[in-house]
Structures are given as C-alpha cells and as structure tokens.
C-alpha cells in the first residue's frame, strides 16, 4: 500500500504530540522513523527517547535560531540556508524511511524558511511506501490538497494564555 501524507495543523497544542505517537507507534512496528525539527533546539522532552528507540533517527538544525519574528534578516537568511540543508538532508534519507515526520514544517513554509514549492515537489515524488507527517499553523490551500489526511488541532483554552509558562514532560 501506498504511504499517506499527514497533516497535524492549527493553533491547539498536540500537533507535535501527535506526530511523536506516530512515531512511536510506526517504531514499534519495526518501521524506520525519520524525524526532523525546524525551530526547535532538540532538547524537548521527547526528542531524547526517540533518540533511544531503535530505528528512530531524529534530525535537528545544529544551530537554533529561536523564534522567527524575534530573527534578524540575517539570522532569518542563515536559518533558510540552514534548514534548507536539512530538509535536502532529510529528503535524501528518507528514501531508507518507512515514515518521515516534518515536525513544524508548515511553520517553515509560511516564514519562507524551506521552499514550499520543494516540499510539495518532495510529496509528489516521494518513495512510495514512504508516510510522511507535516505539522505547523496555518498551511497554505497547497498543503491542504497534498494531504491525506488532515487534523485540526484548535486551542479552546491554554493555562499559558493566563500566565501559566510551558511545564517541563507536558509541554517540551
């Protein structure tokens, strides 16, 4: 059977949570995971076990840039050639995977940091078998017609909207 592109969009948490559980899951089958990070430094909770299971390869940018609106021009110019080489990286290994997680590569998308146009070449001309998982805010009306399957996360309340700050093993 052919692999199916997995969309975990919106402003709710969970999209990384989910594509993590996947992850999980397809490990756990004997699959190999490929799984890629952009904006994020690797030290979130989950990262260090999906570096222990095997068959899990976790690819994260060697330099973190931190938010994107907080970015220079010339830290945004480096991030895109940065994690362009990464997702190179990624596509190119991927060819190995059973299952290629694009953790925040719709976010990476919408800031111009990875070419949509490349991403969308890479859905299209994927290895068959391969699945393949995008999370982010805000996909574009492209992004939406590559996908197989489409998941909303929407935030109705977060304790971090009354000052509650992110908790260590819940929220990184």
Same mark, same amino acid.
């Given at each position: 059977?052919?692999? *199916?592109?997995? =969309?975990?969009?919106?402003? @709710?948490?969970?999209?990384?949570?989910? #594509?993590?559980?996947?992850?999980?899951?397809?490990?756990?089958?004997?699959?190999?995971? *490929?799984?890629? !990070?952009? $904006?994020? +430094?690797?030290?979130?909770?989950?990262?260090?076990?999906?570096? &222990?299971? /095997?068959?899990?390869?976790?690819?994260?940018?060697?330099?973190?840039?931190?938010? $994107?609106?907080?970015?220079?021009?010339?830290?945004?110019?480096?991030?895109?050639?940065?994690?362009?080489?990464?997702?190179?990286?990624?596509? +190119?290994?991927?060819?190995? #995977? +059973?299952?290629?997680?694009?953790?925040?590569?719709?976010?990476?998308?919408?800031? @111009?940091?990875?070419?949509?146009?490349?991403?969308?070449?890479?859905?299209?001309?994927? /290895?068959?078998?391969?699945?393949?998982?995008?999370? @982010?805010?805000? /996909?574009? !009306?492209?992004?939406?017609?590559?996908?197989?399957?489409?998941?909303?996360? &929407?935030? =109705?309340?977060?304790?971090? +909207?009354? @000052?509650?700050?992110?908790?260590?093993?819940?929220? $990184?």
């Amino acid at each position: 059977m052919a692999g *199916l592109v997995h =969309l975990y969009c919106g402003d @709710g948490k969970g999209k990384s949570t989910a #594509a993590v559980g996947l992850s999980l899951r397809a490990a756990g089958a004997g699959k190999k995971v *490929l799984f890629l !990070q952009f $904006f994020k +430094d690797g030290s979130s909770s989950e990262i260090g076990l999906l570096r &222990q299971i /095997p068959g899990v390869e976790v690819l994260v940018c060697p330099r973190h840039f931190g938010r $994107f609106r907080n970015m220079s021009e010339e830290q945004k110019a480096e991030a895109k050639e940065a994690y362009g080489a990464l997702f190179a990286e990624a596509c +190119d290994k991927a060819k190995e #995977a +059973d299952l290629l997680v694009l953790d925040e590569a719709v976010s990476a998308c919408g800031h @111009g940091v990875i070419s949509e146009e490349k991403l969308l070449a890479f859905l299209r001309d994927k /290895p068959e078998e391969l699945e393949v998982v995008l999370t @982010g805010r805000e /996909p574009s !009306q492209g992004l939406y017609d590559a996908a197989d399957y489409i998941t909303k996360m &929407q935030k =109705l309340r977060h304790p971090f +909207d009354v @000052g509650v700050p992110a908790r260590k093993g819940i929220e $990184f």
